[in-house]
């Protein structure tokens, strides 16, 4: 009896009557409704439990965890998998709890659901952001279909560290950049309204400086000044919130000493200066950690810092479900929190048209299949945008009736190129090389072989990825087939698990017996092609880069990444991508990126007193923004005017070649005096990418404002300070030429 009344005060605020009023009075009038475990159960989210198409489970945590959905406990669940899952559960939410309050399901679609893009930092490489937008919304509209209404996306952590192996996730080492694909990819996935049954809910994380992790180490202790924190480390969060983003995480790491999930300061950068609305999650188990960190004595005193923090939901710890209700009475947390948490969920929950239709996501397609999905070919696209081209002595593209050789550990992957985040597609999907090569060329005067086993032993997402380093055999094959052949396609790089979360690496040399196998052979065959996949920049060694004829970066590629990568290959299509990071020439001179400052002895000098090594340069073996396409495209000098408050940036850029391209035309600025803070020697601020048909010439314009030459201040605030200015309208960071102006 009791329950039906209540449920009914749920179905009064989604009656037509209800569905008038603003969605601040549909939340109150739930809320008024609700006790304060109920509250606190709208901010307590759970790992998908038990296998809900299956009986209730008896016992154990998941026993516990499923009483607690019953009891109207969960406001929220991540990783459950399979439409007929979601509704079952979401059944229990809506038919068995007091209020019937449905569940927000969520999941890290991270670059696609099923059908998967290039990783997130291969899709950066493209500085495509229609394209960006496009694949995030592509991976909402696959996942919605299948119940799931928030992404754990964007990841919009800058770092300038390739040992941290979720450098994957983002989008590379600029503030710039970083802000735009933020921008993107949240439009991209949440479209024009929540409510479109196609959008979901996305997420910018994680706040913040993860991508500082010392020593490149995941999860490790982060230290960063103020002026890098708001400089380069918030624009591109600042972005999301801007683009509307529903939703912050909290990261792993400290802020000025202070876990960032138990951070007032952070928090209350994000909900009062910067005005943020929507729920602000923990990481997964971050509450809890903060025991480990030594902050918390323990999971009580833990859900208290965490609430006082303003972190909205608690993922996974348990900690605000078993005390959040107890510490509100004895007074350590204030009511008004858990009522402007449950509020910011309740609202998230209408926003996403839960509450009046809380099936409303469940529409999944028939079977899913790589070629059949209607995302592929963008996922191919994406492929073949993404992709850097490194170096090219003239042999790519590749001509039709050569004999060549596919050799090398990645030539016949089908796992590895889907990369570390694929919680939901299924493993070995990708189409691999040799099968795009089979696509596009044929399978006539091809020989394949892989060469020495790459990994000992299964792989799988929670357990390392052991390499073999010591036996060789199957080396010999690669060999034979190489030596026969025209061409080599040596297919090489680091496994789709070597990078991602918990998966930083010392080394960034090719894994295992690569290296020797790419000399060996090099001893037989004089034209190499190497094949490069790659979550993270990788670094090849002098002698192999010298004697190979050409580089070809393909990220791990997602699904689609054999035939984009045969495409590019046999010059269907033109490479195009540019490094979003730069890749060094030593672990020894990370971090490396080129928005550096000068500091004060730039050098070179004669003496040893600059700041240099004394045993290599002080440049990267590639800069970013470095890419290079099948034609030659020149870049006139730059001028600059004034035109009124602004600037008029220009330069020619002429495609001197005989095939089109795309070419991603850069302009960076350089303010050479500031009394707010010095300034890096180069800063990007505008990019276009352009087609070039051959022989074609573009003026290409930008128009700059005092307000993209801003800086913000150690304390945040963002301040324009007249003085000179240099820019470079260049195909890179570290090329073009310079014209000055006085900023008055
Ligand atoms: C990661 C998050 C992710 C979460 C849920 C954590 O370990 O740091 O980025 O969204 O797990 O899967």
């Known amino acids: 009896m009791k329950k039906v009344f209540l449920l009914s005060a749920v179905l009064v605020t989604a009656s037509a009557f209800?569905?008038?009023?603003?969605?601040?009075?549909?939340?109150?009038?739930?809320?008024?409704l609700m006790t304060l475990e109920e509250k606190v159960g709208q901010m307590n989210q759970y790992n998908g439990f038990w296998n809900a198409t299956g009986p209730a489970p008896e016992g154990g945590d998941a026993a516990t965890k499923y009483q607690h959905l019953r009891n109207g406990w969960v406001g929220s669940v991540l990783n459950v998998q399979?439409?007929?899952?979601?509704r079952a559960m979401q059944r229990v939410a809506v038919e068995e709890t007091r209020l019937g309050i449905p569940l927000i399901f969520g999941c890290d679609v991270i670059h696609g659901y099923k059908t998967l893009s290039p990783i997130p930092l291969a899709e950066a490489a493209s500085w495509d952001l229609e394209a960006i937008a496009k694949s995030a919304h592509n991976g909402a509209e696959e996942a919605t279909s299948y119940g799931l209404n928030w992404t754990f996306a964007p990841m919009v952590d800058i770092s300038r560290d390739p040992r941290w192996g979720r450098i994957m996730e983002g989008a590379g080492e600029d503030p710039y950049l970083g802000s735009r694909i933020a921008e993107a990819r949240v439009r991209g996935f949440q479209g024009e309204q929540l409510n479109d049954p196609r959008s979901m809910a996305a997420c910018a994380k994680h706040f913040a400086g993860?991508?500082?992790?010392?020593?490149?180490r995941d999860y490790n202790t982060v230290d960063v000044s103020d002026y890098t924190l708001y400089n380069v480390i918030y624009p591109p969060f600042q972005a999301a919130k801007k683009a509307g983003v529903a939703t912050f995480m909290n990261s792993f790491n400290t802020m000025n000493g202070i876990p960032a999930t138990g951070n007032q300061a952070l928090a209350e950068l994000l909900k009062e200066d910067w005005g943020f609305e929507g729920v602000l999650v923990s990481d997964w188990g971050s509450v809890g950690e903060m025991i480990a960190h030594g902050y918390a004595r323990n999971l009580k005193e833990a859900a208290e810092q965490a609430a006082n923090a303003r972190c909205d939901m608690d993922m996974e710890s348990l900690a605000y479900v078993q005390f959040l209700a107890s510490l509100v009475r004895e007074g350590k947390v204030s009511e008004s929190l858990v009522d402007d948490a449950a509020r910011r969920?309740?609202?998230?929950?209408?926003?996403?048209?839960?509450?009046?239709?809380?099936?409303?996501?469940?529409?999944?397609?028939?079977?899913?299949?790589?070629?059949?999905?209607?995302?592929a070919a963008d996922a191919q696209e994406l492929a073949e945008k993404s992709a850097v081209l490194l170096k090219n002595n003239g042999i790519l593209p590749l001509v039709k009736k050569q004999a060549i050789a596919l050799v090398g550990p990645m030539a016949q992957e089908k796992n590895s190129p889907l990369g570390n985040w694929r919680v939901s597609s299924d493993d070995f999907t990708a189409l691999s090389l040799y099968e795009g090569l089979v696509q596009v060329r044929g399978e006539k005067r091809m020989t394949v072989a892989s060469g020495p086993v790459f990994l000992k032993g299964p792989i799988s997402f929670p357990f390392e990825a052991e390499i073999n380093t010591t036996d060789t055999s199957g080396m010999h094959a690669v060999v034979k087939a190489a030596g026969e052949a025209e061409i080599a396609i040596l297919a090489v790089g680091e496994h789709g698990f070597h990078s991602g979360e918990a998966r930083s690496r010392m080394s960034l040399h090719l894994p295992g017996l690569q290296e020797q196998l790419i000399r060996e052979v090099l001893k037989v065959q004089e034209h190499v092609v190497l094949v490069l996949y790659a979550g993270r920049p990788m670094i090849l060694p002098d002698d192999i880069t010298e004697q190979v004829d050409a580089i070809l970066l393909a990220w791990q590629p997602g699904t689609m990444g054999g035939p984009a990568i045969a495409n590019l290959l046999m010059g269907k299509r033109s490479p195009s991508g540019r490094l979003p990071v730069t890749f060094p020439r030593s672990e020894g001179q990370i971090p490396l990126y080129y928005g550096a400052y000068t500091t004060g002895r730039p050098g070179p000098s004669d003496a040893v007193f600059w700041s240099h090594y004394g045993d290599g340069p002080n440049t990267p073996a590639y800069p970013f923004g470095y890419g290079l396409t099948y034609s030659t495209v020149t870049y006139a000098a730059t001028q600059v005017k004034q035109m009124g408050d602004s600037m008029a940036v220009t330069a020619l850029v002429k495609n001197e070649g005989k095939v089109a391209v795309d070419e991603v035309v850069q302009l960076y600025a350089r303010d050479h005096h500031s009394r707010l803070g010095v300034q890096p020697v180069r800063r990007l601020i505008g990019f276009q990418r352009v087609?070039?048909?051959?022989?074609?010439?573009?003026?290409?314009?930008?128009s700059v404002t005092a307000d993209q030459l801003s800086v913000a201040t150690s304390e945040g605030e963002r301040m324009f300070e007249p003085g000179t200015f240099s820019f470079w309208v260049a195909p890179h960071s570290a090329a073009g030429t310079s014209a000055s102006i006085d900023w008055k």
């Open 18 to 32: 209800a569905q008038k009023q603003p969605t601040a009075w549909r939340v109150d009038s739930v809320l008024q």
């Open 82 to 86: 399979g439409v007929e899952e979601v």
């Open 210 to 216: 993860y991508g500082f992790s010392e020593a490149g």
């Open 345 to 375: 969920v309740l609202k998230l929950k209408f926003d996403l048209g839960l509450m009046d239709d809380p099936y409303r996501y469940c529409n999944r397609p028939g079977s899913w299949e790589p070629t059949t999905s209607p995302w």
């Open 691 to 702: 087609t070039l048909k051959p022989g074609e010439e573009r003026m290409m314009t930008f």
